[in-house]
């Protein structure tokens, strides 16, 4: 009872941060669209590939690493993209960011990348093949659309770098660039989007989120620190308008570093407004950075749902052409 009373206390007084537009999904899941079944197909094969053909995919497994740059590429290229491998350096080897570029003519830009790196011992199926996928199923289905302001679907090297500075990060490395080379850019980051549990109780945070957002690890988080609430409030109303599939949010402050726990954070760095779109990791999924992330423990069905839902929201937030 006294921490139903603080729930609702706190709530109340986080509620600048915590409050989310529109109204998640609720209830019994539709069968798949034909868009979602696809998706689904598409976030299979890539997640497959990359964490069960290659596998772990880090500056230890040079090899492995580019495997995963010539993959990302080809798919790229298969879609109809001219993708490009943007190279930095790190402990005498070169890494590889990998973008792909579907221009508008807002002189804005919309950056969604995910890294394809994983951690040593780890073939990181949900850490972070599933973001990747995700990436790539994104460009597949949206290479049509004609956007307002120019999206760059990023594939991101070393976001998991345990003994390194974060600014060895591929994703900081590419925020510089673009802040160098003058982009207007607002950047989503997919981090790990494919461990869902619809019981109770398969959902924890750290406090005081625990005593405010539900129990059932069931639905698709947006985060973002206080300077990134409208792109966080953009993409949630959004996707909440068109994804059959819950859906949560929270805009903190940067004292509460778990917000900044990805590919993100390099974009705060630089001034951009950036978010994670996530299925919450850690407080979620318990093979989290052990070798139990494998391919067989993803929910490849909410994968589809997730990522038909953030094709449409894309197009919300990038606009379309006005020519």
């Not at 005593?211 to 953009?234: A, E, I, K």
Request: aromatic share 12%.
């Amino acid at each position: 009872m006294k921490q139903s009373i603080l729930g609702g206390f706190l709530r109340s007084v986080a509620r600048p941060y915590i409050f989310m537009p529109g109204k998640s999904w609720h209830g019994e899941l539709p069968e798949l669209s034909a868009i979602e079944s696809r998706a689904e197909e598409l976030a299979r094969k890539h997640v497959y590939e990359l964490a069960g053909v290659i596998g772990e995919r880090h500056i230890g497994r040079y090899d492995a690493l580019q495997a995963s740059v010539d993959y990302v590429a080809s798919v790229f290229e298969g879609s109809g993209y001219k993708p490009r491998r943007l190279g930095f350096p790190l402990m005498g080897k070169d890494l590889f960011n990998v973008d792909a570029t579907l221009p508008g003519h807002s002189g804005r830009v919309l950056v969604v990348g995910a890294h394809y790196d994983s951690i040593p011992g780890c073939a990181g199926a949900d850490d972070n093949a599933s973001g990747t996928a995700a990436v790539l199923t994104l460009a597949e289905l949206l290479k049509e659309f004609a956007p307002f302001d120019t999206i760059r679907f990023v594939a991101f090297a070393n976001e998991e770098h345990p003994c390194l500075p974060a600014e060895t990060m591929g994703s900081y490395d590419y925020a510089r660039r673009c802040r160098r080379e003058g982009d207007k850019v607002r950047m989503m980051v997919l981090e790990m989007l494919g461990f869902f549990k619809h019981e109770e109780h398969t959902q924890h945070y750290p406090f005081p989120f625990n005593l405010m957002y539900p129990t059932t690890g069931n639905f698709l988080g947006f985060v973002g620190n206080y300077r990134s609430r409208q792109l966080v409030h953009d993409s949630i109303r959004s996707f909440r308008k068109h994804a059959r599939f819950p859906s949560d949010g929270v805009a903190a402050p940067d004292m509460f570093k778990d917000i900044g726990r990805s590919d993100h954070w390099g974009f705060w760095k630089f001034g951009y407004p950036a978010i994670m779109i996530t299925d919450t990791a850690n407080f979620r999924n318990p093979h989290y950075h052990t070798a139990l992330d494998t391919i067989e423990t993803l929910d490849y069905s909410s994968m589809g749902r997730v990522i038909g839902g953030l094709a449409d929201m894309i197009k919300d937030v990038a606009g379309r052409s006005r020519r």
